[in-house]
């Protein structure tokens, strides 16, 4: 069964597969190609660091591991025990991010991870309902008068 979590598009899409453990590229013309695979912990969201990494929650660790863009070694970047029960994650412009957690032992809360990945608070609780996922909100600028 495939079950894709974490899809996000800048023209070709990335697509994290949990229960194979994967992380895919899909392009326009809708090649398939496996960015890396074997990742264990259930990866349930993905985008990208600045320099074009993926940044890769996993539900089953709630942690949030580092895949080179290049290949090469997986490094965990925020450890378990920090976050819980992560659903996603989003860049916030600057380096770092935002996680969605739902339920779970922590509640549910919007966290942001900086660039060196020191994670606060940004709102939630246990009584906050449940987050599923994040979104950047576009901001439209009228044009001048």
């Given at each position: 069964?495939?079950?894709?979590?974490?899809?996000?598009?800048?023209?070709?899409?990335?697509?994290?597969?949990?229960?194979?453990?994967e992380?895919?590229?899909?392009?326009?013309?809708?090649?398939?190609?496996s960015?890396?695979?074997?990742?264990?912990?259930?990866?349930?969201?993905?985008?990208?660091?600045?320099?074009?990494?993926?940044?890769?929650?996993?539900?089953?660790?709630?942690?949030?591991?580092?895949?080179?863009?290049?290949?090469?070694?997986?490094?965990?970047?925020?450890?378990?025990?920090?976050?819980?029960?992560?659903?996603?994650?989003?860049?916030?412009?600057?380096?770092?991010?935002?996680?969605?957690?739902?339920?779970?032992?922590?509640?549910?809360?919007?966290?942001h991870?900086?660039?060196?990945?020191?994670?606060?608070?940004?709102?939630?609780?246990?009584?906050?309902?449940?987050?599923?996922?994040?979104?950047?909100?576009?901001?439209?600028?009228?044009?001048?008068?």
């Amino acid at each position: 069964m495939v079950e894709p979590t974490g899809i996000y598009g800048f023209g070709d899409y990335v697509v994290t597969l949990p229960l194979q453990g994967e992380l895919q590229r899909i392009d326009s013309g809708g090649l398939i190609t496996s960015i890396a695979s074997g990742i264990s912990g259930g990866p349930v969201g993905v985008t990208n660091f600045p320099n074009g990494d993926y940044a890769v929650a996993l539900s089953s660790f709630d942690s949030i591991v580092r895949i080179p863009r290049n290949g090469g070694a997986v490094t965990t970047w925020v450890p378990s025990g920090v976050l819980g029960n992560i659903k996603d994650l989003l860049p916030d412009g600057e380096g770092g991010f935002y996680v969605t957690e739902a339920g779970g032992t922590m509640g549910s809360r919007l966290m942001h991870v900086d660039p060196v990945g020191a994670v606060t608070q940004v709102l939630g609780n246990s009584a906050f309902g449940i987050l599923q996922a994040a979104a950047i909100a576009p901001n439209f600028i009228p044009p001048p008068t």
